[in-house]
């Protein structure tokens, strides 16, 4: 019926202040209904999506970083976060909440959503798409 | 903006009768809204509406139907963790219609 390209979703801006990132959230999960082949790239200020324990009580937005850990119920199971993009900001994958898909094809073990790669992997990455949204 | 008059209490709703403010939904609203569709609530749609809420305080959206159906049957078990079930019990779409009566938003991506 429709075919299925490959869709990644590049996200530069942090979390809040712009309606960037949740936009980007928003169509991720939208294309994903569509049962396209969707994954996630998070480069430059677009690392601050994914930190832990966001709280945004005091800037009266709604805290949507809930919302990345159902992307594997979706099967979005590949968020590429560029290294030196953490380096430069002085963070690491700890500091990163932790997500995680089910493998259905693995007896639903646990695997790690995030993986983190250097700038010349993510455009090889990049490379091999049919579709590339930047937000 | 619409609203549903029930027991003295004033509920907002948007044009597709989703509730406009979360906080309102109690258990009240989501029989009288059930009941302008002409359906009645059994313990098997409550089962279905308490999922969704658990899942919207989690993840902070409504599943897509998806979604849903493989995690009901991953919760539920696997008799009603499928369309078929699902769409009995919520002939209007299950996310749309079971959305509506946990006073969700919309889900994202339904059209």
Known sequence: MSTVKKFLFLNRKAPYGTIYALESLEVVLISAAFEQDVSMAFVDDGVYQLLKGQKTDGIGMKNFSPTYSALGDYDITRLYVEKESLEARGLTVDDLMDLKWEDEDDDWAEKDSIIVVSSAELADIMEQQEVILSF | ?111
Not at chain 2, 27 to 41: F, N, P, S, V, Y
Not at chain 2, 72 to 92: A, C, Q, R, T, V
Not at chain 2, 97 to 111: E, M
């Open chain 2, 1 to 111: 903006m619409a609203s549903i008059e029930l027991n003295g209490k004033s509920y907002e709703v948007d044009e597709e009768g989703y509730l406009a403010n979360l906080n309102d939904w109690d258990e009240d609203i989501a029989k009288e809204m059930a009941r302008l569709d002409g359906a009645e609530l059994t313990d098997a749609h409550w089962e279905v509406i308490n999922f969704l809420r658990e899942y919207y305080d989690e993840y902070q959206i409504a599943p897509a139907v998806r979604v849903l159906t493989k995690a009901i049957g991953k919760k539920l078990g696997k008799d009603k963790g499928n369309s078929k079930y699902l769409y009995e019990l919520f002939p209007y779409g299950p996310a749309k219609q079971a959305c509506k009566y946990a006073g969700l938003p919309k889900p994202t991506g339904c059209v």
